[in-house]
Every structure is written in C-alpha cells, then in structure tokens.
C-alpha cells in the first residue's frame, strides 16, 4: 500500500481498524512475555491506538511509530494530554506525553536508537496492513532495529484472500514463521 492511501483514509475519517477499547488478545497475552514493567515497548503503526496508553498504564515506555500525524495527534488531544513535538534536524518528529513517545513517518526510517532497546513489540495492524511484496521488508526491518532476543506479540488475520482482497490482509502462521521465526 502506498503512503497516500493511508494518507487518505485518516484524512477522511475512514478508520474502521481503529478499535474503542483495549485490544482483548493483548490483555490476555501481553504477560506472558515477562517484560519488566518499566522497559520500553514498540508499537509500529500505531496509529491513535488505545493499546499504547494501557501499555503505559502497566509502565512502560511506549515507543510508536505512525505515517499520519492525524493520527498522532488525535491520539494525545482524544486522551486529553498536552503533549509536545519534538524537531530534530534530519530525523521523523517526535510527539511525547507522560512516557507515550510516538515517531511520525515513515517507519522504515526508524533507527535501533529510536526504540531504546526495547525487549518487546506489539503488533496488531501493522504486518495486516502491508501487501504480502512489503511484509517482508517490513519483517526485516523490524528485526533490525529491535535488540536481539526481543518478543514480538503479534495479531494477525488468516481467511480466504480470495473473498476479500484487504486491507486488512490475510498473514497465516506459515508465513509468520518464514518471517519471523521464532521471534513471535
């Protein structure tokens, strides 16, 4: 997908992979990582997703990273917390809050620095969004940045592409293990 369609869909509200609460599959799984509570966390493609601030809530620093700065600031403004944009010459913007920081751009222009070591990930739209000729990349860049021995808790989607051709797309356990391994 390229960047304008997402551009596109938060511009005009079309945002039906947004969910009001608490994704259910993370609450459930996100203990069995055993991360400390006081570790950093990635959440790629975050989005205005609520999962950041209960990540927080067991305190962790969350880290995301999001295209649409729609999205990042919705996110702050929707919660009701000021936050403030930082600029760095030659790097994505930074929106940070209370231990909630969220790059905006491109996330293939992160960096293993911007993540902070982070042992863990959250992904719950991110790999679904992508078109089977990018998830690859996007696997790869993932497990550059992350440190080795980091988790991954991903959520994906396995049905019959044929009948609705995405997004989101289709990702089957076959495929999370050629990309990941072991990882998630």
Same mark, same amino acid.
């Given at each position: 997908?390229?960047s304008?369609?997402w551009?596109?869909?938060?511009? @005009?509200?079309?945002?039906g992979? $947004?969910?009001? *609460? !608490?994704n259910?599959?993370?609450a459930?799984?996100?203990?069995?990582l055993?991360l400390?509570?006081? #570790?950093s966390?990635?959440v790629?493609?975050?989005?205005k @997703? +609520? *999962?950041m601030?209960?990540?927080?809530?067991? /305190? $962790?620093r969350?880290?995301?990273?999001?295209?649409?700065e729609?999205?990042?600031? @919705?996110?702050?403004?929707? %919660? &009701?917390?000021?936050?403030?944009?930082f600029?760095t010459? &030659?790097d994505?913007?930074?929106?940070s =809050? /209370? /231990?909630?920081?969220?790059? #905006?751009? *491109?996330y +293939?222009?992160l @960096?293993?620095?911007?993540?902070?070591? %982070?042992?863990g990930?959250?992904?719950r739209?991110a790999?679904? %969004?992508?078109?089977?000729?990018?998830?690859?990349?996007?696997?790869?860049? !993932?497990?550059?940045? +992350?440190?080795?021995g980091?988790?991954v808790?991903l959520?994906?989607?396995?049905?019959?592409?044929?009948?609705?051709? /995405?997004?989101p797309?289709?990702? =089957?356990? %076959?495929? !999370?293990?050629?990309?990941?391994g072991?990882?998630?």
């Amino acid at each position: 997908m390229r960047s304008e369609f997402w551009l596109e869909r938060w511009r @005009s509200g079309q945002i039906g992979w $947004h969910q009001v *609460d !608490v994704n259910r599959w993370l609450a459930k799984h996100w203990p069995a990582l055993g991360l400390e509570s006081d #570790c950093s966390v990635f959440v790629p493609l975050c989005g205005k @997703s +609520l *999962d950041m601030a209960w990540l927080r809530a067991l /305190g $962790h620093r969350v880290i995301g990273v999001e295209l649409a700065e729609v999205a990042v600031r @919705s996110f702050f403004e929707e %919660a &009701g917390t000021p936050f403030k944009v930082f600029n760095t010459p &030659g790097d994505m913007p930074r929106f940070s =809050s /209370g /231990g909630i920081h969220i790059y #905006c751009g *491109d996330y +293939l222009e992160l @960096s293993a620095a911007h993540l902070e070591a %982070a042992p863990g990930a959250f992904d719950r739209g991110a790999l679904v %969004a992508l078109p089977a000729e990018q998830r690859a990349v996007y696997a790869d860049h !993932v497990q550059r940045i +992350l440190p080795v021995g980091a988790q991954v808790l991903l959520i994906t989607l396995d049905y019959d592409q044929e009948r609705a051709p /995405g997004p989101p797309f289709a990702v =089957s356990e %076959a495929e !999370v293990q050629a990309l990941y391994g072991t990882r998630c």
